[in-house]
Structures are given as structure tokens and as C-alpha cells.
């Protein structure tokens, strides 16, 4: 079984930081694009920042300039560095893998449980 699991959320204040990571569980030959997505109060899933496989990334305009994505291939995990935080990237944050491979079969479109970040005073 293949599972995404992300940690590293919690409350923190305007201007602050916050380091997540998602890391992916059980066999696993490969994983392609890997992103992180956010939904807020009231509001639709949105994408934050992908990368893909071989490093490169993409980020939303709302946090270009103060959101990091990284990856770290050897243990199938992707982190997102999240500096001078603002109260309206309070959300609950997804992370995202496309296409999972196994020695048994390709999952695709795989989600993790999410991670509640509140930016607040």
C-alpha cells in the first residue's frame, strides 16, 4: 500500500516560517511530478508549487519569492519551505504525487490527509 503522509504544520505568526514534508511509504520503484496544494477557509484546492522528477518547479504567483519546493528522490520526499508567511496562506495543505510506481502497477492521482497552517497573531 501507498501512502503519502505530510507533517510540519501548525500556527505561526504573520511573517514567520514554516517547513512541511511529505514523505511517501511503502514499495515504491519511482514517483514523477510531485506538488503541494492548499485549500482555504471557504475556498477551492489551489495549486502551490510542483516539482517534477527531475527537479524543476513551478510555483503560484501568490507565493513566488517566499515558498521553496524541494525534493529529495533517495527517500521519496518532497519539502516545502514557506517564509514570511501571511495570514491568507492559512490553509490546509496537500501534497500531491501523480503517478506512483510499483513493481506491480502504476497509482495514479495520489493524495495525502493534510496539514492545517494557520498564520495568525
Known amino acids: 500500500q501507498v501512502q503519502l503522509v505530510e507533517s510540519g504544520g501548525g500556527l505561526v505568526q504573520p511573517g514567520g516560517s514554516l517547513r512541511l514534508s511529505c514523505a511517501a511509504s511503502?514499495?515504491?520503484?519511482?514517483?514523477?511530478?510531485m506538488a503541494w496544494y492548499r485549500q482555504g477557509p471557504g475556498k477551492e484546492r489551489e495549486l502551490v508549487a510542483v516539482?517534477?522528477?527531475?527537479?524543476?518547479?513551478v510555483y503560484a504567483d501568490s507565493v513566488k519569492g517566499r515558498f521553496t519546493i524541494s525534493r529529495d528522490n533517495a527517500n521519496k520526499a518532497i519539502l516545502l519551505q514557506m517564509n514570511s508567511l501571511k495570514p491568507e496562506d492559512t490553509a490546509v495543505y496537500y501534497c500531491?504525487?501523480?503517478?506512483?510506481?510499483?513493481?506491480?502497477?502504476?497509482?495514479?492521482?495520489?493524495w495525502g490527509q493534510g496539514t492545517q497552517v494557520t498564520v495568525s497573531s
Open positions: 516539482i517534477t522528477n527531475n527537479g524543476g518547479t
Open positions: 511503502g514499495i515504491i520503484k519511482s514517483i514523477q511530478n
Open positions: 500531491h504525487a501523480d503517478r506512483i510506481e510499483t513493481p506491480w502497477e502504476a497509482i495514479y492521482d495520489n
